[in-house]
Structures are given as C-alpha cells and as structure tokens.
C-alpha cells in the first residue's frame, strides 16, 4: 500500500533557528513529489520535485528528492513567527497524479 | 485567490440530512480533484474528473457520495444522509499545469451534528 512518512510530527524553534523537515515515501509509479504550507486553511503550494539531486530554492525554504533513497527535506533557514504552519508532503503517482500526503509536520516558531 | 472557488465555506447539518458542495475552477482545467481532511490528517483522495468524466473514485468514497461535472468546469459533491464520520474539511484542486503542482481551494468545511 502507498504510503508517505514525515518526521517529525512536531516540532518547536525559536525565531533564526535552521529547521530539516523530512518525508519518506513508498509510492507505486512516482511521478512528483510536492510539498505544501497549511495554516488554518487550505495547503499552498511550495515546490514540485520530480529529479533526483536538483535543489528548489524560495527565498529562505528549499528543497530536493533523492530518488534512490525515496526521500526528500525540506530546510528553512532564519525562520520566522510566520513560518508556523504544518507542513504536507504529498507523492503524485502514475498518469493520474493524484496526490498521497503524509500527516505532516507541525512547527512552531516562537519569537 | 487560489484560483479556485468553494462554496459554501462552512456548512452544519444535522445527521440524515443531504448536503451539496461546489467547486468552480476560475480559469478551465482538464483535471478536478476532490479531497478530503480530517483533522490532523494529510488529505485524502476522494476522486477526480478529467473534462467530464469521473476517472477514479476512492474506497472512501461510499455510495452515499456522488460527484459531478457536468460540464467539465464546476463541479460539485453531494452526501446522502450524512453521519457524523463524514465530518471534515472538502477540497477542491486543479493541477497548474502538465507539470505544475496543484492549487487547492479553501475547502468547504463540514460539521455533523
């Protein structure tokens, strides 16, 4: 059965702090891997990532896939009060892109 | 603006009744999708339309649901007799591009009493 990891479920920083967030998956036919912000209403889109080892950058938030090891983080740097929100990662498999997401990961920046 | 339109944003009703959601897509895309969420849960796929037609529909989705699109632009989502399990946050997205992510709606948010 598909399935779509993250770790951790929660975490807690103080405002500069750095912060790794990772998402495993076992996906049948992977196609994208895509993670999105959700704060108290619908995910935003942040990246897409279909290549091994290609990093996606914006602004303080970037990412990459390693296909190999069926994984990708997500890193934000300097973080910020308004960086709180739970963080969805999703695997978009086979012709139909329909999108698996993991539970995400919650985080809380405190100043 | 998401580019997509969900209405109502919230709904109450009460267990047994029927209730409607629709999802109007401001610009015409192939693909709609419909998902579900629960709270501290991911979304789940329910089902998706390419133009008109209804391609996939997830175990989730029981007979009491039905989805359509009649005309490959809205589309809307209807539960029979409602029970409080069905209870959550409905969404709606269309994917950006043939190679873009998704963009999701503000979803229609459903309480069972």
């Known amino acids: 059965e598909d399935k779509v990891v993250q770790s951790p479920l929660s975490l807690v920083v103080h405002e500069g702090d750095t912060v790794t967030l990772n998402c495993s998956y076992e996906?049948?036919?992977?196609?994208?891997l895509l993670w999105y912000k959700q704060e108290k209403k619908a995910p935003t889109f942040l990246f897409m990532l279909t290549s091994s080892g290609i990093e996606k950058k914006s602004g303080r938030l970037s990412s990459i896939l390693d296909k190999k090891e069926l994984f990708s983080i997500l890193n934000i740097t300097a973080t910020q009060t308004g960086d709180s929100a739970v963080y969805l990662c999703?695997?978009?498999?086979?012709?139909?892109?329909?999108?698996?997401f993991g539970t995400g990961t919650r985080l809380q920046v405190f100043p | 603006d998401t580019g997509v339109s969900q209405n109502p944003r919230h709904k109450i009703t009460k267990r047994g009744q029927n209730v409607t959601f629709r999802c109007d897509p401001i610009s015409e895309h192939n693909r709609l999708y419909w998902y579900r969420q629960t709270l501290g849960q991911g979304p789940e796929f329910l089902t998706y339309?390419?133009?008109?037609?209804?391609?996939?529909k997830s175990r989730l989705l029981s007979d009491r649901f039905s989805a359509e699109r009649p005309k490959g632009s809205f589309s809307t989502l209807e539960i029979q007799r409602t029970e409080q399990g069905d209870s959550a946050m409905y969404l709606c997205?269309?994917?950006?591009?043939?190679?873009?992510?998704?963009?999701f709606g503000s979803g229609t948010r459903l309480t069972v009493v």
């Open positions: 997205a269309i994917q950006l591009g043939p190679r873009g992510g998704y963009t």
């Open positions: 996906v049948t036919n992977f196609r994208s």
């Open positions: 999703a695997v978009g498999r086979d012709n139909t892109d329909k999108l698996i």
């Open positions: 339309f390419q133009n008109e037609a209804q391609l996939e």
